[in-house]
Each structure stands twice: as structure tokens, then as C-alpha cells.
Nanobody, 124 residues
Framework: QVQLVESGGGLVQAGGSLRLSCAAS????????MGWFRQAPGKEREFVAQ????????AYANAVKGRFTMSRDNAQNMMYLQMNSLKPEDTAVYYC?????????????????WGEGTLVTVSS
């Protein structure tokens, strides 16, 4: 059974930075696309970013492009999201996810594994 556990969320002022981590256990996910979704209060879940199994290919939502950066360490079964220049509209619960299919990942449909989420709050 695969488990994804997020950490690194918290309260930060606008313009600040946070680094989210996702720890995977249960199996090696080096062949899986991994990434992040977020859900703000009263809104639907939305795609944030994804990274291919090798780490060579990344994709970002337009809302975070240029501010967020993904990376992964397959030897440690870890994935990271560096979030800079945070804005109040980035406030949400951030979910780590993993799926073998890179192309469909950003739709959030049929994603194999999800974490429980970590709350990010950006104050103005």
C-alpha cells in the first residue's frame, strides 16, 4: 500500500516562501509522475504542478509559473515544491499525488495515490 505524506505547510506573509515535501512509502515511485493539487475554501481542487518520473520534465499551472519549482529525489522517494513570492490567493490545502500517466495527471482524474494534504495560509 502506497502512502504519501505531505509536510511543510504553515502560515506565511505575502511575498514569503515555503517548501512543501511529500514522502512516499510502500513502493518506489521513480516511474510515477508526481505533483501537487490544491483546494482553497469554497473552491474546487485545481492542478498546481507535476514532475515526470525522472525529474526531467515539469509542468506548472499558469497561476504559479515562475514562482513555484518542483523537484524530486527518487533515491529518497521524496518530492518537493518550492513556493516563492507567495500570494494570499495561494492559500489552500495542498495535496501530493502520484500516477503512472504523465499526460492525464493534471486532470486529477484517476490519479492512483493521494496524500492527506497540508494547509498553506498566506496572509496579506
Amino acid at each position: 500500500q502506497v502512502q504519501l505524506v505531505e509536510s511543510g505547510g504553515g502560515l506565511v506573509q505575502a511575498g514569503g516562501s515555503l517548501r512543501l515535501s511529500c514522502a512516499a512509502s510502500g513502493r518506489t515511485l521513480s516511474s510515477y509522475t508526481m505533483g501537487w493539487f490544491r483546494q482553497a475554501p469554497g473552491k474546487e481542487r485545481e492542478f498546481v504542478a507535476q514532475i515526470s518520473g525522472s525529474g526531467a520534465i515539469t509542468a506548472y499551472a499558469n497561476a504559479v509559473k515562475g514562482r513555484f519549482t518542483m523537484s524530486r529525489d527518487n533515491a529518497q522517494n521524496m518530492m518537493y515544491l518550492q513556493m516563492n513570492s507567495l500570494k494570499p490567493e495561494d492559500t489552500a490545502v495542498y495535496y501530493c499525488a502520484a500516477d503512472p500517466n504523465y499526460g492525464r495527471f493534471r486532470t486529477g482524474v484517476r490519479v492512483d495515490y493521494w496524500g492527506e494534504g497540508t494547509l498553506v495560509t498566506v496572509s496579506s
